[in-house]
């Protein structure tokens, strides 16, 4: 069974760093893409980025290049999403998802950016 | 980067009304297009992928049809757990994009 198991909420102050974290299981982790895409409160999907973890090939949306860092660990079949610095309007949930067509996609990890 | 248009923005319908969706892309991406099912507080499901094909265990109700620029998602006879937003996203090209979405509410 294809699964993919984001890690918990999370509560920042602007200006922190965080990294959370998406783990794969039931399928070859190596040999498929892996995103990340943001709903905003009351809003929208919205893409940020993609992994290829056999390669490390990483694509970003142009409205999220240079915001966030996506990597993977094929050696746990874990992907991250990682900023520096957060700001409050990066509170948003976040999935993961597997492939170009988003096939499967995590639970969720809403993540709360507030002083 | 490809807009993807979805109309409705939103609609009433009442238990075993037919529904359909529809979703244009500003320029032609063959068949790479998926639809999304998201029901409040939860993380979206996919439905439909390459435009018409079912995802596994996703129900007979749904159907998607389109090429090029112009696609629709089809629900047969809706039903109270259909209740819910519906997206549509292309992968045709990067950035990968997505409708605005659609919210299927009760009449």
């Known amino acids: 069974e294809v699964q993919l198991v984001q890690s918990g909420a999370e509560v920042k102050k602007p200006g922190e760093s965080l990294k959370i974290s998406c783990k794969g299981s039931?399928?070859?982790?190596?040999?498929?893409?892996i995103g990340w895409v943001r709903q905003m409160p009351g809003k929208g999907l919205e893409w940020m980025g993609i992994?290829?973890?056999?390669?490390?090939?990483?694509r970003y949306s142009p409205s999220f290049q240079g915001q966030v860092t996506i990597s993977a660990d094929k050696s746990i079949t874990t992907a991250y999403l990682q900023w520096s610095s957060l700001k409050a309007s990066d509170t948003a949930m976040y999935y993961c998802?597997?492939?170009?067509?988003?096939?499967?996609w995590g639970q969720g990890t809403l993540v709360t950016v507030s002083s | 980067d490809i807009q993807m248009t979805q109309s409705p923005s939103s609609l009433s319908a009442s238990v075993g009304d037919r529904v359909t969706i529809t979703c244009r892309a500003s320029?032609?991406?063959?068949?790479?297009l998926a639809w999304f099912q998201q029901k409040p507080g939860k993380a979206p499901k996919s439905l439909i992928y390459a435009a018409s094909s079912l995802q596994s265990e996703v129900p007979s109700k749904f159907s998607g049809s389109g090429s090029g620029t112009d696609f629709t998602l089809t629900i047969s006879s809706l039903q109270p757990e259909d209740f819910a937003t519906y997206y549509c996203?292309?992968?045709?090209?990067?950035?990968?994009?997505f409708g605005g979405g659609t919210k299927v509410e009760i009449k």
């Open positions: 039931g399928y070859s982790f190596t040999r498929n893409w």
């Open positions: 992994i290829y973890p056999g390669d490390s090939d990483t």
């Open positions: 998802v597997r492939r170009e067509e988003f096939d499967y």
């Open positions: 996203q292309q992968y045709n090209s990067y950035p990968l994009t």
């Open positions: 320029q032609g991406i063959s068949n790479n």
